[in-house]
Structures are given as C-alpha cells and as structure tokens.
C-alpha cells in the first residue's frame, strides 16, 4: 500500500515547513513526470532540457540538460548571482 498522499512535493512542503523556508522560496529540479507535483509545488521549478514534454511545459526555467551537468551549471551559476548561499 503506497498512500496516496505521499510523494515528491509533499516531501519537499514538509522539508520547506521544519526548516520554515515559505514555499515561494523553494526550489526543485527534474526531468521525469515523477517530478511533476514536485516542480509545479515549489516557488521556482527548474527542468532540465532532455525533459518529459509535459515537464517543460510546467517549468518556470528551462535549464541544460542533464548531460550538460545542468543542474549544477544552475546552482554554481546562482551562487555567482548571490541568489543562493546567503541567508536572510
């Protein structure tokens, strides 16, 4: 039995609630339809290039692939626009 309830988004609201970070401050990366409650809940939802269809049709950003290391080109960039790492 899998509860109906469980799964990515609801994973990351009850991470986002015990470290009280407002979900408009969240943030999430996929590619697969298994992502899809994730990125459509989180503030900015970032999907890589290679995605599923209905994916990129839901992300905020469209990022480089997951064989381009994406993700990481993502974060390292944000870093350097001071838009991550800094608290307050």
């Known amino acids: 039995f899998v509860n109906p ?3 990515k988004a609801a994973a990351l609201a ?3 609630r015990l470290l009280g970070v407002a979900q408009a401050d969240t943030a999430a ?3 697969g339809l298994n ?3 994730m ?3 989180a503030g900015t939802g970032f999907v890589m290039a290679n995605g599923a269809k209905a994916m990129l049709e839901a992300a905020d950003v469209i990022v480089p692939s997951n064989a381009e290391d994406g993700v990481a080109q993502t974060v390292e960039r944000l870093i350097r ?3 991550l790492g ?3």
């Open 5 to 7: 309830a469980a799964g």
């Open 14 to 16: 009850q991470l986002s």
């Open 29 to 31: 990366f996929g590619d």
């Open 35 to 37: 992502d899809l409650d």
């Open 39 to 41: 990125i459509e809940w």
């Open 81 to 83: 626009e001071g838009r």
């Open 86 to 88: 800094k608290e307050g």
